[in-house]
């Protein structure tokens, strides 16, 4: 399809040059013959609410909405799903042409398919879930968490106060640990998710010792560069299933692509090979 003006949309974040996401819709669009450009936006917290009317005005049909934008967008929306509301923030913006700013939380979906598709043997009720971290993508991963129906959700964060702040948020089912007992905290757990930038090249490796996780555990690692973190290596070296993160990288932009563009993206072995760090 080719159109008079390209369609636009873009990701915003501070800083933003880590972004895959530019490459990956650029793809989208030679596979799907789009005329359209998505822009990296460097934007500082100080700038993001005003900047949005103006990508407006210039016929921006949306954003993604990375660090430390995701609470500012929800905030600034008329509308909101009830991922965005339930999660308390956003990283997915739709401009209507009324005008209206539509917030969507996708982080949540795509991590769930990821783990679903790299793990079809996991299943919600097998046993306690352990989430490393406390921010905006532990919010995702906790929502989808406790609506599949974990029985437990054992949060543990370097900082507790955060933690405690999910644990409010999410409600009875939610424990805290102390990030000194993190490695205790595996004990008779069925999922290990790793939401910390721990294990990210120029990041400091995850300390966790996987010596309490039991046989069946699935560990999920939400950093995607690298794709086998320190994590993974030492789950594969245990016979623990292991997911990787890019899935839940490429599955979350599906729903705002579909909103944009008019198109549900397949994601397919070529697009994982042209993406993988």
């Given at each position: 399809?080719?159109?008079?003006?390209?369609?636009?949309?873009g990701v915003c974040g501070f800083p933003i040059a880590q972004s895959r996401s530019p490459m990956l819709f650029a793809h989208w669009f030679d596979e799907y013959g789009i005329d359209g450009h998505y822009v990296p936006l460097r934007i500082s917290a100080e700038d993001f609410a005003s900047t949005i009317p103006v990508l407006i005005r210039a016929g921006f049909r949306g954003l993604n909405v990375t660090i430390p934008h995701k609470q500012a967008a929800l905030a600034i929306a008329d509308q909101a799903s009830e991922a965005a509301r339930a999660i308390g923030a956003a990283n997915t913006l739709i401009f209507h042409e009324d005008g209206a700013?539509?917030?969507?939380?996708?982080?949540?979906?795509g991590f769930l398919v990821?783990?679903?598709?790299?793990?079809?043997?996991?299943?919600?009720?097998?046993?306690p879930a352990v989430l490393l971290g406390a921010g905006g993508a532990a919010r995702a991963a906790a929502h989808i968490l406790l609506?599949?129906?974990?029985?437990?959700?054992?949060?543990?964060?370097?900082?507790?106060?955060k933690a405690e702040e999910l644990a409010h948020h999410f409600g009875d089912r939610v424990t805290i640990i102390d990030w000194e007992d993190r490695s205790d905290a595996l004990a008779n757990a069925a999922l290990i998710v790793n939401s910390t930038s721990l294990g990210m090249?120029?990041?400091?490796?995850?300390d966790l010792s996987l010596d309490a996780a039991p046989r069946g555990a699935v560990v999920t690692d939400m950093v995607y560069n690298p794709l086998t973190t320190?994590?993974?290596?030492e789950a594969k070296a245990r016979s623990l299933k292991t997911v990787d993160g890019l899935g839940m990288l490429l599955h979350q932009a599906?729903?705002?692509f579909r909103a944009w563009?008019?198109?549900d993206p397949d994601i397919t072995p070529a697009l994982r090979a042209r993406i993988a760090p």
């Open positions: 399809m080719i159109n008079e003006r390209p369609l636009l949309a700013i539509e917030a969507d939380n996708t982080d949540a979906f990821n783990l679903r598709e790299g793990a079809p043997e996991w299943v919600s009720e097998a046993g609506e599949e129906g974990v029985p437990e959700l054992r949060i543990t964060n370097r900082t507790r106060e090249v120029g990041k400091p490796a995850l320190s994590l993974l290596a599906r729903p705002g563009f008019g198109r």
